[in-house]
């Protein structure tokens, strides 16, 4: 017999009803992700003595504040050590780590990425020259999936957004990355560290504002990185909310500066930081 509109509803709702109990609904669990889950109480840490390794021997520091990285320079067997060091981190139980580690984990093995691929296809001018694939069905740099993490396969934008941004909602991150590019925030120094993640943050946060390419002033307009423009999420939209949300990191004498009714412009600057040849 046919259903009429009436009775296909009351049978739809009563389906609904039998899977309620106690005026609760029961919905399928939705699966935990492997790198969201953490052990908060762990006092395990992640081997970063490789990264530092390279990041001293071929972290360049300008006069202007500047870090580059000496792509050109880096020998085979520091070629294999850092291919030694991605492995090593692919194949770490990361969900056995506290958070403060885990970050520090995520932080370093991004911009350690970012160094690889650069070294892949040295001497490229910019990293977004880099295309993979055949026209229309090319990616850029950022969505090509560059890394398998325990049989997932993961790109640089995946570490950012479906990892970082997800796993700890802190716009401080941005500035902890870097896109191998002269505008980005510069390389660290040494690896991030989970007992100094906060405080390599706020420095990097600090050292990438009151630098030039963070923000400044020409012939009195406000010009800002295009970072903030990029991740409205955490720094807002429009020049208001971008620099309430970056303002207590800007030097006093720099923040009187700035007059909030200043016509405004953004600015990124993605040519290569190469420090090639540059070594002492």
Known sequence: ??????????????????????????????????????????KQFVDHNSWAYLLK????????????????????????????????????PVENLSRREQYAYWLNFYNALAVRLILSRYLVLSIQDIKFGFPPFTNDAFNEKLIDIRNEKFSLSDLRHKVL????????????????????????????????????????ALDFINHSKGLFIENDELVLSELFQKYPTEFGHGKASQLSAIKNYIVPGRLKKIDVEMAVRYHFDWSLNDGTGMLG
């Open 1 to 42: 017999m046919a259903l009429t509109r009436r009775s296909f509803i009351a049978l739809h709702l009563s389906l609904v009803c039998s899977a309620c109990s106690a005026n609760k609904l029961y919905l399928p669990k939705t699966t935990e992700k492997w790198w969201q889950r953490y052990s908060n109480q762990s």
């Open 57 to 92: 021997k071929y972290l360049v520091i300008t006069p202007q504040r500047n870090h580059l990285f000496a792509y050109g320079d880096v020998t085979l067997e520091d070629k294999e050590r850092l291919d030694g060091y991605l492995h090593n981190l692919s194949s770490f």
């Open 165 to 204: 941004l997800q796993l700890f909602d802190d716009p401080r991150l941005h500035y902890g990355l870097c896109d191998a590019a002269l505008g980005s925030p510069n390389l660290p120094i040494k690896p991030f560290t989970g007992d100094w993640v906060d405080r390599m943050l706020d420095g990097a």
